[in-house]
């Protein structure tokens, strides 16, 4: 490098100099290898990977043939370490990737295909540019980071680096520069967003001689590395821009005041600083232009407080970090006293690209009031986690799923949480909001400085809310009482909820504390530390409620709520743990009864449970979770006699009059907990055979029929009567029981109505409802199938109906479903299933009319559909795109939701419903408006899960019984003791996770056998010691710690 | 981070008086300069290690600022040591599975074990105790870290044991340069 440039002439000769320079390199054929020492490759071990290169490089002798550069972070931080070699993107490089990188790529041209990025359908995508990561992508701040040498000034200056300085300098015109920065609509990219050109008109047209310019690095906020990122990759862009700022307001001092915690990012500002003097582009006359401007580093101590500007102003001068009110805006009076302008690094970062392109240019991109772009930081649960530069007003869906490629655990996507202690969580519901500053704040959220967490269904939004409210608490300075007191109260009032004791008035309690909190508090810090508590209540009150009322955190992480978390994910809170370890001790008899404590059908759910418990599973950090069905699969097997449970008998139970309508899982359940009190209910039944959807929609090759008769017969053993063909509105109405003396009702009467197709020929013969074409099959044992059978809808039951269509003689099935396969609500398995067993699927397709012939349907006509904007439910909502097609039919069963009407049973009565027509009901007791009358199952939920229906009549049953005594008597929801070996000491076993053996699917067709089969002793017995005992320790007597 | 962990070879080889000589040539170079104070305590806790109190009285002289204005600044920032860290840091993950697993006994075990609170530093200055939040590895749970290693399936009668491994190496390290 050479020495100190004296004029603008000089900086344009060198520059010029040094682009020919590069252009001979790159014509000499030389490939160039950029390898990223951002600090988080740094950590994944880029340093021995250049190593590893540089030695290869040597020994193959091709040192001359490429241009080897270090540069800061490219962004896909997740895929670190990183290398761009010519075009080509690698990633989770080792050292002993290079050898052949060197021998295969660069000696003969062949891409190492094996490192190279790949698109989630597994190809090779060989141009870094269409990498999907970077496709959506607009770099301005971040322009040259990833492409130049951070600590080789001249690699700045071939890109243009310091040229908006030397135009703003030979101009001489600080107010074109004024004029310029608001043209471009920059606002601080700090978090706040003021219009960056009036904070500098304020400080250019303050009085008085001595002015400073500072940069505040003081990034604290947990999850964030932006301006890391910035000064690590591209440091002169921020000297730039401070230069250029400072020439504008007249102050010829600066102060970049950076965080302690960033070594790398010091280092590489102190070098770059270094080199800028020596080149004349700090100092005293800069370029000769009679510019004068020095730059000081400050670092920070570890006070989230300094991020604060006045906090920060206060830490330059030499004293505690505190903040002070503000008017004087620092603008006026600042550092010393004297005016001031403090913006953020990336602020700084974006001005030399704003003078050269022009503020028109800039404002082009972004929307509304919110021009330019953004940097984000993410993190999380999210597969690309990494740095980004996105234009504002990007939707937020599009930045977690088209850039982030979605969550990295495979679980649904909860919230994002964005812009740290400052800022709040936002739902699925709203995926679709813009990010610009004015959308984000409508949510509760703020922009931030851009730190985006995503998380998952494993996130508790509660202890989410606690985790940045300790922060702050531990954070505040303790100057302001709001502020210092205040977030001592909400903390200790988020710790009681978390720890089970939580009150009523808590969620009330927090919002007035947290509103006061906003308004009176001296500094930024203190006005926006509720926004954590705020927001989460705003959008996930619910998670609240359960953790006050219920005791229950749905996410499975507040300990004191948690048993073990399958046990907590199950809604009928089985003691799982418990079970499976009897298992592993062979000790059947007696696993099943600690199952029907909670839940009386272990049977039926081993076949059709949907398992909540496996994806809470902890043995998945491990490898993959407890097979828990499989496992109560072979349980439920080893039963010869179904022992009954604990009856307490009470001939005053025994007299009260209590009639259950619907003898389906959730009616059942209820009669079979109600007799475990003494009671002896009736159960109306409207089809000829109890066991509503288990025995009308499932079909038997997934439960067998026996399976279902056994366990009701268990519950008539209790003493509870069945009368089937007994329909409500038909044969008997709630009044006439009432009449009859009946003390109290329990509705559970399904969500039994098909949902229409709403299109022009919808009436056509042929076109049934595929759960009245299952209701057919399953109780007369035959119903008339099409050869060419299309399946409209996407839940469980349109794959019941297409797979039962397939065993009736169904030539083609095609299941049409205008979303794709990854949020089709059916269980995975099934769908697996269905396609083996040939059913077709017919994704992002919506029916446009059927075509009849002679009033018979002989083909359907459907819209391609693409995935648009994100909707309510966090999924992308289709859109029509294409033409309309022909799928030839002559019959079509229509699966595309469930519904209950009211009409005909509670008219006489009128109960409330809610706004999808299902019935209104306690979610804790099950009473409806009626106080005599309580509901459950799909006739509240709409269409749910066995498990789901088991536990709502649960919950009715303890309902009825407290309305009918006044008292609590659920002796079976006590944790048992289970006295199982365990030996904490030991390592779990190491067997992979097996799964339930299937009959082929040769042996499939024409009948309904069973398609799962059970494991043997042996097998069973392993896959239960698999279980990591995350009861141990916290059960009553037995394995106690 | 990497200011303290520098300090550690020269801490070593210069005693407290040749440090306070030091500090003396530092304080002379920041006389003239605004708001030196945190700068000079960053630089003097790279020297020593952490501030001891004699190096804070020299500052509050020669830096014509009132010891308790000095005592402020440094109780102020978490950057801050008035009591010497360890060479090692041990961390128990008092996270959910942790927690539930015993992550409790075991912090009870390694307070017993060096005779230390949460946020103390041994005598011997071999190790500091800390708790945190996940790690993630709540599988193998309970967990500790000790300096960027993560131990999983601790057991309190174990700790013992886990701690003399690093002694022993450390002490190895030592001998090794020959120090």
Redesign the interface.
């Known amino acids: 490098m050479s020495g100190r440039l004296a004029s603008l002439e000089e900086l344009a000769a060198l520059r010029e100099r040094l682009r020919n320079e590069q252009e001979a390199a790159q014509s000499a054929g030389r490939t160039p290898i950029r390898i990223c020492m951002g600090a988080s490759c740094i950590a994944s071990g880029a340093a021995a990977v250049k190593r590893s290169l540089e030695k290869e490089l040597a020994a193959a002798g091709l040192e001359s043939r490429v241009a080897l550069k270090d540069v800061g972070c490219l962004g896909p931080c997740s895929g670190g370490p990183v290398a761009v070699v010519g075009n080509v993107f690698y990633e989770h490089l080792q050292p002993e990737h290079c050898a052949e990188i060197v021998r295969s790529h660069l000696a003969k041209g062949q891409i190492v295909e094996r490192l190279a990025h790949r698109r989630p359908d597994g190809r090779i995508v060989s141009r870094m540019e269409d990498m999907e990561f970077f496709r959506r992508q607009t770099k301005i701040v971040l322009g040259r980071c990833g492409r130049i040498d951070p600590q080789n000034i001249d690699d700045t200056l071939v890109e243009g680096g310091y040229r908006a300085m030397a135009d703003v300098l030979r101009a001489n015109d600080p107010e074109a520069v004024l004029r310029e920065m608001k043209v471009s609509g920059l606002r601080g990219r700090g978090g706040a967003g003021f219009p960056t050109w009036r904070k500098w008109s304020f400080a250019r047209n303050a009085p008085g001689g001595q002015k400073f310019v500072v940069c505040n690095a003081d990034e604290g906020d947990p999850g964030a590395f932006m301006d890391r990122s910035i000064i690590e990759g591209d440091p002169h862009a921020v000297i730039e821009g401070m230069a250029i700022a400072a020439f504008t307001i007249g102050a010829s001092q600066g102060y970049v005041y950076i965080r302690a915690e960033y070594p790398l990012a010091v280092e590489r500002l102190k070098v770059a600083l270094a080199q800028a003097r020596q080149r004349g582009l700090l100092g005293k006359n800069i370029l000769g232009a009679g510019f004068d401007f020095e730059l000081e580093i400050r670092m920070g101590a570890g006070a989230f407080v300094c991020g604060e500007e006045t906090a920060l102003l206060t830490s330059i001068e030499g004293n505690r970090g505190e903040p002070r009110p503000r008017p004087p805006f620092p603008a006026l009076s600042g550092l010393w006293g004297k005016p001031t302008l403090l913006n953020n690094v990336e602020t700084y970062a974006n001005v030399p690209s704003i003078l050269l392109r022009g503020g028109q240019w800039y404002a082009s991109h972004g929307a509304g009031k919110s021009k330019g772009t953004k940097v984000f930081a993410l993190a999380g649960t999210i597969k690309n986690s990494g740095l980004v530069e996105v234009p504002i007003g990007m939707p937020l869906g599009d930045l977690i799923y088209d850039i982030g490629g979605g969550t990295s655990s495979a679980k649904e996507f909860k919230a994002a949480q964005i812009g740290g202690p400052s800022g709040g969580c936002i739902p699925k519901q709203h995926l679709n909001v813009p990010l610009d500053y004015e959308s984000l704040s409508e949510l509760g959220a703020i922009m931030g400085s851009g730190g985006l967490i995503v998380m998952d269904e494993d996130s508790c939004m509660v202890d989410v809310a606690r985790f940045f409210l300790e922060f702050v608490q531990e954070e505040s300075c303790g100057k302001c009482v709001p502020c210092r007191v205040g977030t001592k109260r909400m903390l200790e009032i988020l710790n009681r909820i978390c720890e089970g004791q939580g009150q009523e008035s808590d969620v009330e309690h927090l919002i007035d504390l947290g509103e006061m909190i906003k308004e009176t508090s001296l500094c930024g810090l203190g006005q926006t530390a509720p926004n954590p508590v705020l927001s989460t209540i705003r959008h996930f009150g619910h998670e609240y409620i359960e953790h006050i009322r219920d005791k229950h955190c749905r996410a499975g992480v507040c300990p004191s709520l948690v048993y073990a978390p399958c046990s907590s994910a199950c809604p009928a809170g089985v003691d799982i743990p418990g079970y499976v370890s009897l298992v592993s001790e062979k000790r059947y008899a007696e696993g099943l009864r600690l199952h029907r404590e909670k839940n009386p059908f272990p049977a039926i759910c081993s076949r059709v449970c949907f398992h909540t418990c496996e994806d809470k599973c902890r043995r998945s950090t491990v490898d993959e979770s407890v097979s828990i069905r499989g496992i109560k699969r072979f349980m439920v097997d080893q039963e010869v006699t179904i022992q009954l449970p604990e009856v307490r008998d009470s001939l005053e139970n025994a007299r009260r009059k209590i009639a259950i309508v619907g003898a389906g899982p959730a009616g059942l359940s209820c009669a079979y907990f109600l007799a475990r009190l003494g009671y002896q209910p009736l159960v109306y039944e409207s089809e000829p055979r109890p066991g509503g959807m288990l025995v009308q929609a499932i079909p038997s090759y997934r439960l067998p029929r026996e399976i279902v008769a056994r366990e009701v017969r268990m519950v008539e053993n209790m003493g509870v009567e069945i009368l089937t063909e007994a329909a409500l509105g038909r044969d008997f109405t709630l009044k006439s029981l009432r009449g009859k003396g009946v003390e109290a009702v329990f509705l559970a009467v399904g969500a039994p109505l098909g949902v229409g197709l709403g299109i022009p020929g919808e009436n056509a013969e042929g076109i049934i409802d595929a759960l009245g074409f299952l209701r057919t099959y399953n109780l007369r044992g035959s119903a008339k199938v099409g050869k060419n059978v299309v399946v409209i809808g996407g839940g469980n039951s349109a794959i019941d109906a297409a797979r039962t269509a397939v065993r009736l003689g169904a030539e083609s099935v095609t299941v049409v479903y205008r979303r794709s396969r990854e949020v089709m609500p059916a269980y995975k398995e099934e769908i697996e299933e269905a396609l083996h067993e040939g059913v077709k699927l017919q994704l992002l397709t919506a029916p446009v009319d059927v075509v009849a012939e002679g009033g018979r349907v002989a083909a359907i006509r459907c819209r391609p559909m693409r995935l648009g904007e994100f909707d309510g439910s966090g999924r992308r909502r289709p859109e029509e795109s294409g033409d309309v097609f022909t799928l030839p039919a002559d019959q079509i069963l229509v699966a595309i939701g469930q519904a209950l009407s009211t009409q005909g049973f509670c008219d006489d009565i009128g109960l409330e419903t809610n706004r999808s027509g299902f019935l209104q009901a306690d979610p804790v007791t099950g009473q409806t408006s009626q106080k005599w009358i309580f509901a459950g199952g799909d006739a509240v939920s709409g269409p749910a899960s066995v498990v789901e229906a088991v536990a709502a009549g649960e919950r009715a049953a303890v309902g009825i019984d407290r309305y009918l005594t006044g008292g609590e008597h659920a002796f079976w929801r006590e944790t048992k003791e289970v006295d199982t070996f365990f030996d904490p000491e030991k390592d779990p076993i190491d067997a992979p996770r097996e799964h339930l053996p299937l009959i082929p699917v040769e042996r499939r067709c024409n009948n309904f056998d069973e398609v799962e089969q059970p494991w043997r002793e042996s097998v069973a017995v392993r896959q239960a010691q698999r279980c990591l005992r995350c009861d141990y320790g916290r059960r009553p007597g037995g394995n106690g710690d | 981070?990497?200011?303290g962990e520098n300090s550690c070879s020269t801490c070593k080889q210069a005693t407290e008086e040749e440090l306070l000589a030091q500090l003396d040539d530092v304080l002379a170079g920041y006389a003239e300069v605004?708001?030196?104070?945190?700068?000079v305590?960053?630089i003097t806790q790279a020297m020593f290690g952490y501030l001891p109190e004699t190096a804070l009285r020299k500052i509050s002289a020669k830096l014509k600022k009132p010891y308790s204005?000095v005592a402020?600044?440094v109780g102020?920032?978490?950057?801050?040591n008035t009591v010497p860290r360890g060479r090692h840091v041990v961390r128990v993950c008092l996270g959910?599975?942790c927690?539930?697993?015993?992550g409790k006994?075991v912090l009870a075990a390694l307070k017993t074990a060096l005779r230390v609170e949460v946020g103390e530093t041994t005598a011997d200055r071999m190790f500091s105790l800390d708790v945190g939040?996940c790690f993630g590895?709540?599988?193998?749970?309970p967990v500790i870290m000790i300096d960027d290693d993560v131990h999983q399936?601790v057991?309190p009668?174990r700790v013992v044991q886990i701690l003399d491994q690093y002694r022993r190496e450390t002490k190895a390290v030592g001998q090794g340069d020959g120090k």
């Open positions: 981070m990497s200011i605004p708001g030196a104070l945190i700068p305590l960053q204005e402020g600044v102020f920032y978490s950057f801050f959910t599975a927690y539930v697993r015993g006994a939040r590895a709540c599988g193998l749970a399936r057991r009668s």
